[in-house]
């Protein structure tokens, strides 16, 4: 089993660019998730999926972020045009029943 | 609307100390409840987790929780902290029949002084 993957590990860019976040969630698991992390809100949901299908998205900021899964193997998270507010932790996590296995993050700076 | 509640947002302990940590969540119904640590530069990770039957459940690195229903609560504890709990923790509760919703809490930081 090797957890859920998350890529880039760490993604420095510049306002207005951009930015792919990538996921592998651990296989037989059908629902994904992806979490914002930051000092100021903690952890936030952004958008989960079940079987590929977005559920819920009221946790998307705005409409610069959009997320997909194309198939059961594999989701994006993209930010277009990236903002310096923007910058966080952001975390993919999959589950079958429960509980939420959580990758490594990507450490996203927008300067 | 369902909510989560972490009333410590920091814990300054000493080693061997004992700790108490709160989650209050507001939920009505039958929940699943769930206790994570992220250590520093790390993912979170799975401490714990109630879905059923005994209240007092016990996780990894010596770690337990209550889930007392009448209090809507389910307190993390630990006899005695080391140095290597400093983390952050992070109170979690999954309703069943939500579609597969996880409400977080807004962590508690533990600071553990050698």
């Known amino acids: 089993d090797a957890g859920v993957i998350q890529s880039p590990r760490h993604e420095v860019t510049e306002m207005g660019q951009e930015v792919t976040l990538r996921c592998k969630p651990i296989s037989g698991h059908n629902s994904l998730f992806w979490y914002r992390q930051t000092m100021m809100r903690g952890l936030e949901l952004l958008i989960y999926f079940n079987n590929n299908v977005p559920i819920d998205d009221s946790g998307m900021p705005e409409d610069r972020f959009s997320a997909k899964m194309p198939n059961a193997s594999f989701s994006t998270l993209k930010i277009q045009p990236s903002e310096p507010r923007d910058s966080a932790v952001y975390f993919c996590?999959?589950?079958?029943?429960?509980?939420?296995?959580f990758g490594n993050g990507t450490r996203l700076t927008v300067t | 609307a369902q909510s989560v509640s972490q009333h410590n947002h920091h814990v300054i302990l000493s080693e061997a100390a004992s700790l108490e940590l709160g989650c209050n969540y507001s939920y009505g119904g039958t929940v699943n409840l769930f206790w994570y640590v992220q250590y520093p530069g790390q993912h979170l990770q799975l401490l714990l987790k109630?879905?059923?039957?005994?209240?007092l459940v016990k996780g990894i690195k010596g770690f337990e929780a209550e889930f007392i229903k009448s209090k809507f609560s389910f307190n993390l504890r630990k006899p005695s902290v080391q140095w290597s709990d400093t983390a952050e923790y992070f109170c979690?509760?999954?309703?069943?029949?939500?579609?597969?919703?996880?409400?977080f809490g807004t962590g508690t930081s533990l600071t553990v002084i050698p």
């Open positions: 109630y879905f059923s039957g005994d209240p």
């Open positions: 979690a509760v999954s309703p069943p029949n939500t579609g597969n919703q996880f409400y």
């Open positions: 996590a999959s589950k079958a029943d429960s509980p939420l296995h």
